[in-house]
């Protein structure tokens, strides 16, 4: 029991303990609201030094990458950022990705649509802000199908979702038997 | 370094029951050994325990798309959208909680209506039946909530209904007034109504109707020579098969969702088990929405005091008619609100 006890904490501190290979880096937006298209300053620091970062924005619906910056010897790196053009208005993540595809640093930035609207594309209910009314829709329509999206199962998701499907299947099967039997 | 020890399969044999003791001691397994009436192991009375089953998995699967969900009106269409594309096994999981909803409603309608046609809800077991109809009506609290939080057109017309209704049934209804607050929106009032307070009274339904069961028994009049533990390996059982049901149709019709909401138009229909609420309005307006399951619902409610012959008296004619008038006029709301026209409600 003891030996039990043992290997699962020692499990436990293995797959708990926290790994920062990149330390902690910081960037730093000059403002944290901009509209699609426009140009923000940034900086960072405690980065890696002279390292190569990807940045990108991480969106609810997508990613995009913005570009790269080189740090300095000290870590740290200075640039103006320009936002996609048609990138949809929302909350997003502005990551600095390191070479070993681990994010080094990252801040939030509030996208607003290039059009200079409020910022959403996407209306959000009756009653709240974000909704849209039927004699002001310019841009989604009223619409009662269903959206086409585009699903990616993969095939090891796939698997799983079968393996646990016919295990439900399996064992309730042989528990109603094992139960008939007795 | 510790002795390895090799043990006989004799020796491991021997084992067996004594970790199984250290287990059932400890969990007091040997409480569930309690007797039970052998007409509790038919499915037909299984429907209550796995209807529980299912919202196990409803619940699982709820804290699991909770990770992802965002009730910002803004971006709670967005966030939806997200899991069903971006999140690993996420568009199953939300399968499997869509389909998890309807099983479940269709055992515990199931499971309620062969209740009733055995007269369960009789003394001493009318707060019994009483807790059933409460699960019954958060069950359904929580199924319109739910497509509420899709944000998408059905979702929109949902709530705007709702807050049509919250108009109507004054101070009763301010909850879901969006002028409730101004500090946070109604949207997020229903996520949260729908992952805390929902489930907290669920619960507490669950706990009352169970901890009856257990101290009156099933309606059974046959003496109890079966046991509960040795009913709940085969409750089990169907439950996993329920599951696997479940799973298998989430991969082959997961559900999909509209585009996001606008405000003023009535183009979808709602959800099925509310199908019958459709159909009232269509022929009595908005009124119907709030009349129908006051009707539905209070007749469930009162049906244990209004029904109280002496012992082995057949139900009056007159109640076993309005029963079935109102089971036939429910099954067939919903059927006929699948095909029915669409139209408009607001403002009728």
């Not at chain 2, 019994?128 to 939080?149: D, P, Q, R, S």
Request: charge should be neutral; charged fraction near 15%; glycine fraction near 10%.
């Amino acid at each position: 029991m003891k030996r039990i006890i043992f290997a699962t904490a020692a499990l436990l501190l293995v797959t708990a303990a926290p790994a920062y290979p990149h330390g902690g880096g910081m960037i730093r937006l000059a403002t944290t609201q901009v509209a699609g298209g426009g140009t923000v300053a940034l900086t960072g620091e405690k980065l890696d030094k002279s390292a190569d970062l990807a940045l990108e924005l991480r969106g609810t619906l997508d990613n995009y990458p913005v570009g790269r910056v080189r740090t300095d010897a000290a870590g740290k790196f200075t640039t103006n950022l320009t936002l996609p053009p048609n990138i949809p208005g929302g909350a997003y993540t502005l990551v600095a990705i390191a070479a070993d595809g681990d994010v080094a640093a990252r801040t939030d930035i509030d996208i607003g649509s290039a059009a200079g609207g409020s910022g959403t594309t996407m209306p959000g209910m009756a009653g709240n802000e974000g909704m849209h009314t039927a004699d002001q829709i310019s841009g989604p329509h009223a619409s009662a199908e269903m959206m086409q999206l585009k699903r990616t199962t993969t095939t090891g998701e796939w698997g799983v979702i079968a393996v646990l499907t016919l295990l439900s299947f399996a064992a309730g099967a042989w528990l109603l038997s094992r139960s008939r039997r007795a | 370094m510790d002795r390895i020890d090799i043990a006989s399969g004799a020796e491991a044999a021997a084992d067996a029951p004594r970790q199984r003791g250290y287990v059932h001691h400890r969990l007091a397994l040997h409480q569930l050994d309690y007797p039970i009436a052998p007409s509790a192991n038919k499915l037909a009375y299984m429907l209550g325990g796995l209807t529980f089953f299912g919202l196990i998995l409803l619940i699982v699967t709820g804290v699991l798309l909770d990770q992802y969900y965002n009730p910002n009106p803004v971006a709670a269409h967005d966030s939806v959208i997200y899991i069903m594309t971006r999140v690993p096994l996420g568009n199953w999981i939300r399968g499997l909680h869509y389909w998890a909803s309807s099983i479940v409603l269709v055992s515990v309608f199931l499971h309620m209506s062969y209740v009733f046609w055995r007269r369960s809800y009789i003394k001493p077991r009318e707060v019994t039946w009483w807790a059933g109809v409460g699960l019954f009506a958060v069950l359904f609290a929580m199924a319109f909530t739910g497509t509420v939080l899709r944000a998408d057109q059905e979702g929109g017309e949902a709530l705007e209904h709702a807050i049509a209704g919250s108009k109507m049934t004054g101070p009763m209804g301010a909850p879901l007034s969006p002028d409730f607050t101004q500090s946070t929106s109604l949207l997020s009032r229903l996520h949260s109504a729908h992952v805390s307070l929902l489930p907290l009274v669920l619960l507490a339904l669950i706990g009352l109707h169970f901890y009856l069961i257990r101290a009156l028994g099933l309606n059974a009049t046959e003496p109890k020579s079966s046991r509960f533990s040795d009913h709940l390996p085969k409750l089990l059982g169907y439950a996993l098969l329920v599951l696997g049901l479940a799973g298998a149709l989430a991969a082959v019709f997961p559900p999909g969702i509209g585009h996001p909401s606008v405000q003023g138009v009535e183009m979808t229909k709602p959800f099925w088990p509310f199908l019958w609420i459709y159909v009232v309005e269509n022929n009595f307006g908005m009124r119907g929405m709030v009349i129908a399951p006051i009707i539905i619902f209070g007749f469930l409610f009162v049906i244990p005091l209004v029904d109280r012959p002496r012992e082995g008296h057949p139900r009056h004619g007159l109640l076993t008619a309005i029963s079935l008038v109102m089971f036939f006029l429910y099954i067939g709301g919903i059927i006929y609100g699948v095909f029915a026209p669409m139209q408009q409600h607001m403002g009728m």
